[in-house]
């Protein structure tokens, strides 16, 4: 689960003891796979500098963990290892706006999938501390250029914080890329949670009413909270400090206007509600909003709030059997001509990977290709605070960038080269060895 800092230490389920143990046991390479800093030079590569942005034929000079050089009269110096990238193209890495990655490994076994907490009020749980830097989805999501993700807790309506990681290092605290962090608040709804969701339309109703009440009642709480806490700060000598009550003290940055509340919405009218809230508690200018698989209905009243989007998954039928089939594709673009500001997120654990296909989707349905590349580079380092370290490839940045065939967001593009804070890393991961031994099975059966 997702640790607080009052958590306390629980024995480990046999089942998770077993699971440690044989990881425990495996050699050092068959936990990790290190990769090795150069320097480096990325030399005769298309170079897309940024969205719209493109070099014909430079180099990327790549020291320690950063871009040293980037351009087409860039020198090499001689201790450099240069790789030829004729015909190839260098991309900045890619970054998905909203993940579980890291934060399960297997679906059936409740020990591995860290991001769901009990209760309702949970807002000082921190998902960074449950990363899983082991974890096999993660080799499996960077070979597609993804070298970025914000991964997220859920459940109860506010199940913590969120933390921006790159997909390379040894401990969670080596992968955190800093930035913002994120409050995440799961805005009650009046929509069906699927297909299979018989309720009738009173009942939704008076449980998302409910649930409402209840997420007002926290945050009035929350702020008495935070003004006893500042009052005592500048009296601590005759003001008595509240009891310390973890959540509590996990939502203070968010009152105080210091952090952005991202508020998970994806049915139209939960959109409109959502927004409405924050403007009546103030705190508007704060919000990133999530998911808004119905945003195009109200994106408007998006653009007029002046709210981020981290739409998706768009990978998905339309929320209503009246709209078109390809509705969910069209909404970043919809978002986008409306004048919203629109990143791309998966929603994903294990195939976080098709973040590129995500994006081809949308680039297809009106997007744009240089406005969806846009929309998992520039934009959502800019909305979570990191356009200084990452997004584009620029003298001073991290080196995150991958080298490919052609168009990341075509399915028949290879990846040829990854780098992730100046490291190359290996190519390898479970589905390409999967491949391989299946590609050349040999059964050893006699005939």
């Not at 356009?387 to 490919?404: H, P």
């Amino acid at each position: 689960m997702l640790s607080s800092p009052c958590s306390r230490v629980r024995p480990l389920p046999a089942a998770f003891a077993l699971l440690l143990a044989a990881l425990l046991a495996l050699p050092a390479h068959a936990q990790k796979q290190p990769g090795f800093q150069g320097p480096f030079a990325l030399t005769n590569a298309q170079l897309i500098v940024a969205p719209g942005d493109t070099v014909d034929s430079g180099t990327v000079l790549i020291r320690d963990d950063s871009i040293a050089a980037v351009g087409p009269d860039v020198t090499v110096p001689g201790e450099a290892r240069s790789i030829d990238c004729t015909g190839l193209t260098v991309y900045p890495g890619f970054i998905d706006s909203g993940t579980h990655l890291g934060l399960a490994e297997i679906g059936s076994l409740p020990e591995t999938r860290d991001f769901n907490e009990i209760g309702e009020l949970t807002a000082h749980m921190n998902a960074l501390t449950a990363v899983n830097p082991n974890s096999v989805h993660v080799p499996t999501t960077r070979v597609h250029g993804i070298t970025s993700v914000v991964t997220e807790p859920e459940n109860g309506i506010l199940p913590g914080t969120a933390a921006l990681i790159g997909l390379h290092g040894y401990t969670p605290e080596q992968m955190h890329l800093g930035g913002v962090t994120l409050t995440k608040l799961d805005f009650p709804s009046v929509g069906r949670d699927g297909p299979s969701d018989d309720r009738s339309p009173t009942t939704i109703q008076e449980e998302a009413d409910k649930a409402l009440n209840t997420l007002n009642e926290l945050w009035t709480e929350a702020e008495r909270y935070a003004r006893i806490d500042s009052a005592v700060a500048v009296d601590p000598e005759t003001r008595r400090k509240p009891e310390f009550v973890p959540a509590m003290e996990g939502l203070i940055p968010v009152i105080r206007g210091e952090q952005p509340l991202m508020i998970s919405a994806n049915a139209a009218p939960d959109i409109s509600r959502a927004l409405d809230w924050a403007e009546e508690r103030g705190v508007l200018d704060q919000v990133i909003l999530s998911g808004a698989m119905e945003g195009w209905r109200v994106a408007d009243e998006i653009a007029a709030a002046g709210v981020p989007v981290l739409v998706g998954s768009i990978m998905q039928p339309p929320s209503r059997e009246s709209d078109r089939y390809d509705k969910a594709y069209r909404t970043p673009a919809l978002l986008h001509d409306a004048g919203v500001t629109v990143a791309l997120r998966s929603g994903k654990t294990e195939n976080v990977r098709n973040l590129v296909f995500h994006a081809g989707f949308a680039a297809s349905h009106g997007l744009g290709k240089t406005e969806a590349l846009r929309a998992v580079t520039t934009t959502p380092a800019e909305i979570f605070g990191v356009a200084d370290q990452v997004g584009t490839l620029e003298t001073g940045k991290r080196a995150n960038l991958f080298v490919a065939t052609g168009d990341p967001f075509q399915p028949d593009t290879d990846l040829r080269h990854l780098f992730i804070d100046g490291y190359k890393l290996p190519l390898d991961n479970r589905a390409t060895k999967l491949y391989d031994e299946f590609l050349n099975r040999n059964p050893g059966l006699e005939k």
